[in-house]
Nanobody, 122 residues
């Protein structure tokens, strides 16, 4: 499976960005997809996930601001990020799950994109 993430950038607080992750090499619709992020000096965390049944998960700090969605016809998952805050600054990674669900443990995610930098200035 190949994942290609894009859409990061440098923005001011309060702005919006949309990340995209194009996948190839697998029947995309059957698997969970997720966005993780890693800030400097911190562990990588699951930010948002969408299951094969289109159930969604968000970490508390982004609820109400971020929206994950998927377009199975395009094999693409998106992360719409609104009202960005400086604490959202991180490298964002997309990943596919080994199964149809969403999992906090990285061992359940078997393919990763290359990461895209999101920097939010105050």
């Amino acid at each position: 499976v190949q994942l290609q993430a894009s859409g990061g950038g440098l923005v001011q607080a309060g702005a919006s960005l949309r990340l995209s992750c194009a996948a190839s090499g697998r029947t995309f619709s059957s698997y969970g997809m997720g966005w993780f992020r890693q800030a400097p000096g911190k562990e990588r965390e699951l930010v948002a996930g969408i299951s094969g049944e289109d159930r969604t998960y968000y970490v508390g700090s982004v609820k109400g601001r971020f929206t994950i969605s998927r377009d199975n016809a395009k094999n693409t998952v998106y992360l719409q990020m609104n009202t960005l805050k400086p604490e959202d600054t991180a490298v964002y990674y997309c990943a596919t799950s080994r199964y149809s669900g969403i999992y906090s443990l990285e061992s359940f995610w078997d393919s990763w994109g290359q990461g895209t930098q999101v920097t939010v200035s105050s």
